[in-house]
Nanobody, 123 residues
Framework: VQLQASGGGLVQAGGSLRLSCAAS????????MGWFRQAPGKEREFVAV????????YYADSVKGRFTISRDNAKNTVYLQMNSLKPEGTAVYYC?????????????????WGKGTQVTVSS
């Protein structure tokens, strides 16, 4: 699976952005998808994950209530709607795929990573 994230940009605090991650290369079937972010000088951190069916989602406490993860399996694409963005949300955002939600949440051993997309939130 190749993953390509897009949709990043510069936004003012309180604004919104929607990130997309398109998967290609092999079947998308059965894969949970997740989003991570890495701020300058910090470790990569989990943001959100969605199951293959879309029936289960989990969020980091720092984004709960502001971010929404969704997916369109017909388009092999997962989305991250980010509302009420804060300056501390400035980071490179990465998408990831694995057959296990638990693996994505735990961060280690994820099958596939995409290249990131930069999100900059100005104060």
């Amino acid at each position: 699976v190749q993953l390509q994230a897009s949709g990043g940009g510069l936004v003012q605090a309180g604004g919104s952005l929607r990130l997309s991650c398109a998967a290609s290369g092999r079947t998308f079937s059965g894969y949970a998808m997740g989003w991570f972010r890495q701020a300058p000088g910090k470790e990569r951190e989990f943001v959100a994950v969605i199951s293959w069916s879309g029936g289960s989602t989990y969020y980091a406490d720092s984004v709960k209530g502001r971010f929404t993860i969704s997916r369109d399996n017909a388009k092999n694409t997962v989305y991250l709607q980010m509302n009420s963005l804060k300056p501390e949300g400035t980071a490179v955002y990465y998408c990831a795929a694995d057959t296990s939600i638990a693996t994505i949440v735990s961060y280690y051993g994820i099958d596939y990573w995409g290249k990131g997309t930069q999100v900059t939130v100005s104060s």
